[in-house]
């Protein structure tokens, strides 16, 4: 009896140790089948040795010139990436990016523990998350396949997948891949692209105080960027790495390390990495438009603009030196512009003197504020200026088309255009744009009767409102905004007949596309900046084609182009040998001037080239001279660099058509408002035939 109670007492206790351990072998499967299916499902989709090379190659949007030789720009805020092998990166590069980064990268299978415990503890010590204990493996991992949200799960699937990062390659292949992977600011990802873009040399001649700028800016590439406001914090950031890191970790001695950080660094100028600025960002802004920025950012595409790289730096040192002389005159900017009217495609912009220019305006404002001078803003695209006579070949081609010919006769003779002139002078809205409208020719003069040829030729203003009277100004607001003109969006009446003297404001491009309908004959092509975008297999995503459209009489343009080309027309203006004035070139050509000299103008062109000038101050203060004086000399030189690479076909001479034998005064009916005002200026002309004198 008690032997049986001792064998059932051992064998309750049997039972129950192996009930015990069977639940601890059912909790450790289960265990270990959650572990494993947790490593599995996190683990499933880790990339093959080839994804992360693929994966490296995500590659910016480079934009180049119309020949595809000269690389202006890889877009902002993008990845310049070149893919290099480990031994063609400085040994000195890769301590001091290990020192830095991962002192146990070569010892560790992807996670370092005490690296962990090391921030643990500092991150107690302060009260805030702010030190990791991430290895090169985990940071790979997590800026290749990961987001960088803070979470359990993230970080689970960070570890496991760093811990099958190291199953599956070697230290080196790591290595690698995260030295071609990581940004260093300035658009460049991996050491060659950083490399390239902060010295200018290539990631194998590297020096040991660059290789720890390189280090260093790993930490934080766009609070450190050596063209930023905190260079003095990377400076020392670089020092810590030589001083701290390398000569701790044995990489180099203290010797070697103080002499490198004694040593100046000099860094690629930001310049360098940038052609045609505003040109650039114009076209930026278009491919912005268009496409995603995941797209642009990853895509590597491959843009082919119409810039005439040769051609862009003649006219950028036109510009300069073009604002230099004017500074005299109280002219601190200028802008430039030229395209081809046949194709729309922009050749040449300059949007200001000088995009890197940072010494305050001579006002003492700074660049941004209301200046003088802004480097950054395009003048070209942006700026909404007054073009005094500019316009004026608008008004005179509508004139044109409703009948008046080259030789139809207009009086310049002191006119008052308002027909209820009280005799007050004040600025109103009414379409004479004043209580009382009396324009004055630039040098006070009247010339009594003149051809219409002559009177556009010479730019002189009362034949000229008159012209617009005859043709309307709402019609005249029309035939603009068909020609591409954007900014005449105010009712006719806003404008009145100060309109043809430069009463609305236009933009640069605008109005030297709008003279391209002239150079064409009639045809108007919108501009282009882009000629082509090829993908990375150099497939052609995008083309640009654009049909002309007409939008003036060949009979009409040619009559303009006659006019504007004729130098001894506008002679008795502009002298014999004015700056409007190319020897061996017939060249169409149009100045304008601001009220109180705002802004400057001259805008000319053949059949193959429009050129367009602005000059001025960014704030409206007044230059002391007209656009004769500050645009053209910069215009003509600009079109005969022009005219060396894109050779022009003569004008056609215009048809002798309109109404050549009766005055534009006898073409007003004598019910009209203005009849009994513009009779009575050219009555003294009739009867006395005297000099009519202000």
Known sequence: MAQRKYYRKNYDKNKSVKKILKILLGVFLFCFFAVLSVFLYYAKDLPRPEDFTERALILPTEIYDRTGETLLYQLFDEEKRVIVPLDQISEQLIQAVIATEDAHFYNHFGIDYRGILRSIKKNLQIGQPVYGGSTISQQLIRSSLLTLEKTPVRKTREIILTLELERKYSKDEILEFYLNQIPFGSNAYGVEAASQTLFNKSAAEISLEEAAILASLIKSPSYLSPYGPNKDELLARKDYVLMNRMVSQGFISEEEAREAKEKDIEFTEIRHQIRAPHFVLYVKNYLESQYSDQFLRTSGLRVYTTLDWELQKEAEEIVKNAVANNKNRNAHNMGLVIIDPNSGEILAMVGSADWWRTEPSPEGCTPGANCLFEPKFNIVTRGERQPGSAFKPFVYALALRKGLGLETVVWDARTEFNPNCSGIYFESKDIYGADCYHPRNYDGRFRGPMSIKDALAQSINIPAVKVLYFAGIRETIVLAKSLGITTLNQPASYYGLPLVLGGGEVKLLEMVSAYGAFATRGFM????????????????????????????????????????????????????????????????????????????????????????????????????????????????????????????????????????????????????????????????WLTDKQENKD
């Open 525 to 684: 092509v919108p501009t282009s900046s882009v000629l082509r975008i090829e993908d990375r297999e150099n497939k052609v995503v995008e083309e640009t084609k654009k049909t002309p459209r007409r939008v003036l009489e060949s009979r009409v343009a040619d009559m303009i182009n006659d006019i504007l080309s004729d130098n001894q027309a506008r002679t008795p203006a502009f002298g014999a040998r004015s700056n409007l004035y190319l020897p061996d070139q017939e060249v169409a050509v149009k100045t304008g001037t601001a009220q109180d000299f705002k802004d400057a103008w001259a805008i000319g062109y053949t059949s193959s080239v429009v050129v367009g000038v602005w000059a001025g101050n960014n704030d409206g203060t007044p230059a002391s001279a007209p656009g004769v004086t500050l645009a053209a000399p910069a215009w003509n030189q600009a079109i005969k660099k022009a005219l060396e690479l894109y050779p022009p076909k003569g004008f056609v001479k215009p048809e002798i058509l309109g109404t050549e034998e009766i005055t534009l005064e006898e073409l007003i009916p004598e019910n009209d408002a203005q009849y009994a005002n513009w009779q009575k200026a050219i009555r003294p």
